[in-house]
């Protein structure tokens, strides 16, 4: 085991009707900018409930945040709140409002070109502090301190780190409102998070394998009820409560991590708009394939635990471990290829371009480069 | 699953040599006192490891706490303190100097009867600022904001909620200097901590089961290697790890817990001194069959996830799964009955007329009254 550092600081507020809980979290003090997408609150109820909870508050909304938000319209989100005088931010919607929510409680203080908070990871700036309210289970970002921005203007995904949210409140009944497209990509976001956690190297700990194990097992059991009409509490509960475990750094003390398909997959979707969710499973089944010499013991403890796989040859073993995982994605109606998904070929050129122009040499080995990137995406044709 | 509130806002620093990371924690502003056992401290080396890391540092020393630290040492520290004007305490120990500690941070400014921190929940004070140096991986108290804090006048062991610390030093290697005893008590602890919490009922979470779960297949697994003169560190790494992890929240997210088995050691303690971990390798395998009715489903859970137990009648398969428990606690050279421990059988006696004289109804269906602690203590013997 590495030696490593742990900390998070956010207070899960989980369960049913806990958004009520707004004034026993938030002080009268301060001036609030609400901050959303692009509507889907006012339909599911939650707008209602929050403007309910928020009576005798003083806050302002900033509506507008899209599917990978995007850095010019996160600046508008900015400048309202320096106008506003906003001394707190509460996110109300799924991972992009968020991650937007995050880069703007970097931007508000900061006094020089803002685009280079997400270039340059040196920058301390005062952040203003943000709290959410998550209405799609997916990303974690509501339990960690990242963010992803879109940059429009030059066609980049770019991740950058921020504050850690006061607090997060988390209602599962929120979740039955959402198109089922929406919850198989949160299946997937989540349970690619935990892969590229744990999909490295054995031996490393015992105690995180198990962990990254169960949230992949937990998906594995509840993704047929998940897509059922009207799935159980229970089953929606674990859902929301694993996307929330899956990237909030509980599974990934003292390891070594990947997030090479992340970085794939935020290339495709900079260059087409693909959701991030359907780039990952494309993605991570190749991923497995191209490095299965380097990454094959933990793809058959993975396969064997997972997957309950424990007869054939490794050879064999590793590839019905690989076509299990395709297929878990394919149950959730998701298109496991770019041509599934009319995507253009030449898309996989540009992001091979960009790779090898930045000289990028990602993975827990540090070897994966646009050579190897080539042959990955030549198999998600 | 349960509404819940979750936050732990404890900070970990995780590793070999990583006491030397002190002053990056600690402000040179502080008046510091430091808090020590009986003096192992000294002969394992980190004593001078802290000395050397505090060079500069205003601090003072207080020695002495013991195994199941007494109110009455522990006001000698909190005296100490006053008069030192401590504005910062570090535990410098196991879960015993921990919990002593976060006894006198809770004491320190509190101007009534200090007993009264112990009986009554009610009372809020201004706690004085803790952080910890785990010197024993076993009680999870470095990161968790509970103490248990024993009256020698009273013959109590009562539970105390004081503050999270603010880091916690945990060096794997440290423990290798523990004797084997104390290792098997630590292994018991955690993986009673987690059956406290894991078996009640199946079907609330899948993902808190499966989180429990791996702590305990962790342990099975690594337990025998932490037995051999020389673990590996990879071992003492997992062992550390999961030690803190049994009890720090995360494995009770939205469920029911049950904490019997700690009631009736507790007692068990508070008239004998038997060291915790043995109290708890006695009682639990009985708790487990006094209570197979209702906990019978999770039971059958638990011994096939931990024991590999699939086979024979529902009866059987129980029957086995205690078993395999109790083997388990031996394995480790541990003897779970209390005439092989030497206590008398008057003890039982005393903790029944406790139990029925305050009327507790205990576990998680408030059920376990006087009579079924008589049960289960008769099949202790």
Avoid at 146 to 170: Q, Y
Avoid at 210 to 225: D, F, K, M, N, T
Avoid at 248 to 268: A, L, P, Q, R
Wanted: proline share 3%; aromatic share 8%; net charge negative.
């Amino acid at each position: 085991m590495k030696n490593f550092t742990f900390e998070n600081p956010v207070k899960i507020v989980f369960g049913k009707d806990t958004i009520a809980q707004l004034p026993q979290l938030l002080s009268k003090n301060e001036k609030i900018m609400l901050t959303f997408g692009g509507g889907s609150a006012k339909k599911n109820g939650v707008y209602d409930q929050v403007v309910k909870a928020l009576e005798g508050y003083d806050y302002t909304e900033f509506w507008g945040i899209e599917a990978n938000p995007r850095f010019e319209t996160l600046m508008k989100g900015v400048e309202a709140a320096r106008k506003e005088n906003v001394t707190f931010l509460l996110a109300i919607g799924g991972g992009s409002v968020i991650d937007g929510t995050k880069f703007i409680s970097k931007a508000i203080k900061y006094n020089g070109d803002e685009y280079e908070l997400l270039t340059n990871r040196k920058i301390i700036t005062e952040y203003t502090p943000l709290a959410t309210i998550v209405t799609l289970a997916a990303t974690g970002s509501e339990m960690n301190n990242g963010a992803v921005i879109t940059v429009e203007r030059t066609h980049e995904k770019l991740v950058m780190s921020g504050d850690f949210p006061k607090f997060s409140i988390l209602d599962p009944e929120i979740l039955y409102s959402l198109p089922k497209f929406q919850i198989a990509c949160g299946i997937i976001d989540t349970f690619i998070h935990t892969l590229e956690q744990y999909l490295t190297k054995t031996g490393q700990s015992r105690l995180m394998d198990r962990w990254a194990e169960g949230i992949l097992q937990s998906l594995v059991e509840i993704a047929p009820e998940l897509m059922k009409p009207e799935p159980s509490y229970d089953a929606m509960a674990d859902f929301m409560l694993s996307a929330t475990m899956a990237l909030n750094g509980f599974i990934s003390m003292g390891i070594e991590e990947d997030w090479v398909t992340h970085m794939i997959g935020h290339e495709i979707t900079a260059y087409t708009n693909l959701t991030h969710g359907v780039t990952l499973a494309i993605v991570m089944p190749r991923v497995m394939e191209v490095l299965k010499e380097e990454k094959g013991d933990k793809i058959l403890q993975y396969g064997e635990r997972v997957w309950g796989i424990t007869s054939g040859t490794l050879e064999e073993r590793i590839h019905n471990t690989i076509a299990c995982t395709r297929e878990f994605f394919e149950s959730l109606d998701i298109r496991t290829s770019l041509s599934g998904n009319d995507i253009p070929e030449s898309v996989s050129g540009k992001i091979v371009e960009r790779w090898r122009s930045r000289k990028w040499k990602l993975g827990e080995n540090r070897n994966v480069d646009a050579d190897l990137v080539r042959i990955i995406l030549d198999k998600c044709k």
